[in-house]
């Protein structure tokens, strides 16, 4: 029994070492918080190194995000700003980050926006995704699971948090899509689904470096996946799933088996050397050449009568 539970173990070990990822302290992995905000998301976004720039935070009264894209009339990848997205039934912008988000930003009330609520003027995203940090860390998968190296500190959990909250929520996120619509209709017409193209991921967004710096701070000495330099998607690429408990169970009882067989084979292979020995032995006893003969005992020889008369 020792035995066996000690296989398994052995086997659960290598399996949830295998499962994981390279893991390092943020302060191992970027060296500062420009680096993170710039790799950890595949070039998202960008810090300019001014304040002059979007955030992922805020406490305004109004979204800050909002009123940069105006100010500098930022244009997305296909030549339209904000503005031109508008609707003018409803006020509110369409959503061009297509994830989870709604086709269009509504207000959204405060009591059903949970942690969010900073977007609550105009937001894309549904409440439900994004109402805790277990929803977010669960929202696409196991692979983009933000906490795989281990708990994180609140703190850290906050600005992924605030992250999630900015790239679901912020119509202003949607400026910075990475493929055109033209890209992506023509990846449609020729393949019959996006082969080449999405509709979910960003480029070149500028962070402010304030932001950037907090968010690092915060999670200084927390773990995260170090897999491409701390690359979140590559991260995911090399997620490996774990295996599940029907496959342990399988596959400890294969092991025990194995285990079993082998020392099966053993002992049956000692068993039959010995009897091999004994029947051999038994055959050279009857043939009266045995291998254990007695030994015959010397004695120093007896004296002649001769011998004697000269003594």
């Known amino acids: 029994m020792f035995v066996r539970i000690f296989l398994i173990s052995s086997f659960l070990l290598v399996s949830a070492s295998a499962a994981g990822n390279v893991c390092k302290k943020f302060s191992e992995i970027y060296s500062d918080g420009s680096q993170m905000c710039t790799v950890m998301f595949s070039n998202s976004f960008i810090v300019p190194g001014t304040e002059d720039a979007y955030t992922m935070g805020f406490f ?26 508008i609707n003018p039934l409803t006020s509110q912008p369409k959503c061009k980050i297509e994830g989870y988000q709604m086709p269009e930003a509504k207000e959204m009330g405060l009591g059903n926006y949970s942690q969010c609520y900073s977007f609550h003027e105009s937001a894309c995203c549904k409440a439900s995704p994004i109402s805790s940090f277990e929803m977010v860390n669960a ?4 692979e983009y699971h933000i906490d795989r190296c281990g708990p994180m500190s609140d703190e850290c959990k906050n600005f992924f948090m605030m992250e999630a909250c900015f790239y679901e929520c912020d ?12 890209q992506v209709q023509a990846d449609l017409d020729k393949n019959g689904s996006l082969t080449w193209t999405n509709t979910w991921q960003m480029y070149g967004m500028p962070i402010r470096k304030g932001f950037c710096d907090n968010w690092f701070a915060a999670c200084y000495n927390d773990y995260f996946c170090a897999d491409g330099g701390g690359d979140f ?24 088996n194995a285990f079993l067989i082998s020392i ?42 001769a011998d004697e008369d000269m003594i």
């Not at 305004?60 to 997205?85: E, M």
């Not at 929202?139 to 196991?142: A, S, V």
């Not at 998607?233 to 025990?256: D, G, H, R, V």
């Not at 091999?276 to 045995?290: D, F, M, N, P, V």
Request: charged share 20%; glycine share 6%; with cysteine.
């Open 60 to 85: 305004d009264a109004t979204n800050p995000n909002t009123d940069y894209s105006n100010k500098n009339n930022v244009t997305d990848i296909n030549g339209k700003t904000l503005r031109d997205y």
């Open 139 to 142: 929202l696409y998968g196991e």
């Open 171 to 182: 119509p202003n996120a949607g400026l910075f899509r990475m493929f055109s619509d033209a």
């Open 233 to 256: 998607f590559s991260c995911a690429n090399n997620y490996i799933a774990p295996p599940t408990e029907t496959e342990l169970e399988l596959a400890s009882e294969q092991k025990w």
């Open 264 to 305: 099966t084979v053993i002992f049956g292979t000692v068993g039959i050397l010995s009897i091999s020995a004994i029947a051999y032995l038994i055959y050279r006893e009857k043939a009266g050449r045995s291998v254990f003969s007695p030994l015959i005992e010397e004695h120093e020889p007896s004296l002649g009568r």
